[in-house]
């Protein structure tokens, strides 16, 4: 803001707080790396079309002299933009709209005010796009942690339920509220983080999938745990589950590790034995009927982290 300040008063620009109106709004689309110069061509095309659409609109009123003609010109072109803007080019019909009606105004406006309104919102625009280049934000930093983060969350939760004290049903709501809004936000990251990483996006997509299978199936077993309350015990199966949980703990928390560090090695270095741990449990005809249904989750959950583990291993975080 500060610097379009600077530009166009030294310059002396007329109208130049259009310039700082256009840099607050296409600005306030601050995209992260991997998308930039897509939006950076979206914006800049906006702008084109915008800026003569308005000076199109400028020179018609003032060859037909009709405010009527001028008015639903404008209407219909207001519309065509928002017909589009819910759609793939909404961003660059949104900024068309807008640019649009800077230099146009209400389509009575001289053409030499529309021409330095046009230059203004150029100007605008392309101080947005420096520092957007200068200064990008990195959707891979934002991935990494929140995926960690809801790891981290999700080893805590897996050695409550399986065998640790139940959670509440109101605790439940809270905990997987803040998961599952971790869980949406990381699926908009998709297509930045695999352009930045210059990873396959299907890989990101597989992590998204296991991802949102492990918190499923916790979501399920907080569910059964607080069911079977009173119920028999795990009974012989106790120490075989209690070697499990803890295998599939150690995984899920060093992939949060090598998420939050950058550090892939030490996880590629870990799957060896506790895979195989996590990966073995064995149907146990012994227990209990109500027991069942939350040792298979068990045993799912068990691939699931396994399998989540080879997905990153073999990404280059930094």
């Avoid at 703990?249 to 895979?275: F, K, M």
């Avoid at 068990?302 to 080879?310: K, P």
Wanted: a positive charge; charged letters at 15%.
């Amino acid at each position: 803001m500060a610097s379009s300040i600077a530009l166009t008063s030294a310059l002396g620009v007329p109208h130049g707080f259009w310039a700082s109106v256009t840099l607050l709004v296409v600005i306030g689309g601050l995209q992260h790396h991997g998308n930039i110069r897509k939006k950076a061509f979206e914006r800049g095309l906006a702008t084109a079309i915008g800026a003569m659409l308005g000076l199109l609109l400028i020179a018609q009123h003032h060859l037909i002299g009709s405010s009527v003609l001028t008015y639903a010109l404008a209407s219909v072109l207001a519309g065509a933009c928002a017909y589009y803007a819910v759609g793939k080019a909404g961003y660059v019909a949104l900024l068309t709209a807008i640019t649009l009606v800077i230099v146009a105004g209400q389509g009575d406006n001289p053409i030499d005010i529309g021409l330095w309104r046009a230059f203004n919102v150029a100007l605008g625009t392309m101080i947005a796009l420096l520092f957007s280049f200068a200064f990008p934000l990195y959707a891979t930093y934002d991935w990494r942690f929140r995926l960690a983060d809801n790891l981290r969350e999700c080893a805590r939760l897996y050695a409550r339920v399986m065998i640790g004290t139940p959670i509440t049903a109101d605790e439940q709501v809270e905990v997987f509220v803040r998961l599952s809004g971790r869980l949406v936000a990381l699926r908009s990251l998709i297509a930045p983080v695999a352009k930045e990483l210059k990873v396959p996006a299907e890989r990101l997509e597989e992590i998204q999938r296991l991802h949102r299978s492990i918190l499923s199936g916790l979501e399920i077993l907080a569910v059964s745990a607080r069911q079977r309350a009173n119920k028999p015990e795990w009974g012989t199966s106790y120490d075989t589950l209690t070697a499990h949980r803890s295998a599939i703990r150690v995984i899920l928390l060093a992939c949060a590790r090598a998420l939050r560090s950058g550090d892939t090695t030490a996880l590629a270095a870990l799957t060896l034995d506790d895979n195989r741990l996590a990966s073995g449990i064995e149907p146990d005809t012994a227990l209990a009927y109500e027991m069942q249904g939350s040792y298979w989750l068990a045993q799912q959950l068990a691939e699931q982290a396994s399998q989540l583990a080879n997905e990153i291993a073999p990404i280059a975080l930094k």
